[in-house]
């Protein structure tokens, strides 16, 4: 098992910035592929970002593309998204997830494990 554990969410203006933290324990040399997921109030949960075990290979959910960036740094088991230029239609619930086996994580079915999740509120 892999525990994951967001932080850095918080309230924010338009057009500022926020950079989300996962920490990652337990059997972490499991993990491959991660990413990050929202969900909005009244929405279903959607991919925004993910990035490949070793960080060489990334995808970006095209509206959050050139604002945010996915990075990783596996001897300290934490994955980030930075986010910039933040519009209040990225307000959401932020979760971190991951998955075992090959390929890259962008379904939901395909995490083998999620976090608790962090709420990110943007102002107009």
């Known amino acids: 098992q892999v525990q994951l554990v967001e932080s850095g969410g918080g309230l924010v203006q338009a057009g500022g910035s926020l950079r989300l933290s996962c920490a990652a324990s337990?059997?972490?040399?499991?993990?491959?592929?991660m990413a990050w997921f929202r969900q909005a109030p009244g929405k279903e949960r959607e991919f925004v970002a993910a990035?490949?075990?070793?960080?060489?290979?990334?995808l970006y959910a095209d509206s959050v593309k050139g604002r945010f960036t996915i990075s990783r740094d596996n001897a300290k088991n934490t994955l980030w998204l930075q986010m910039n230029s933040l519009k209040p239609e990225d307000t959401a619930v932020y979760y971190c997830?991951?998955?075992w086996g090959p390929g890259r994580l962008t379904a939901l079915a395909d995490a083998d494990s999620w976090g608790q999740g962090t709420q990110v509120t943007v102002s107009s």
């Open positions: 990035i490949s075990k070793i960080g060489a290979s990334t």
């Open positions: 997830a991951a998955k």
């Open positions: 337990g059997r972490t040399f499991a993990v491959s592929s």
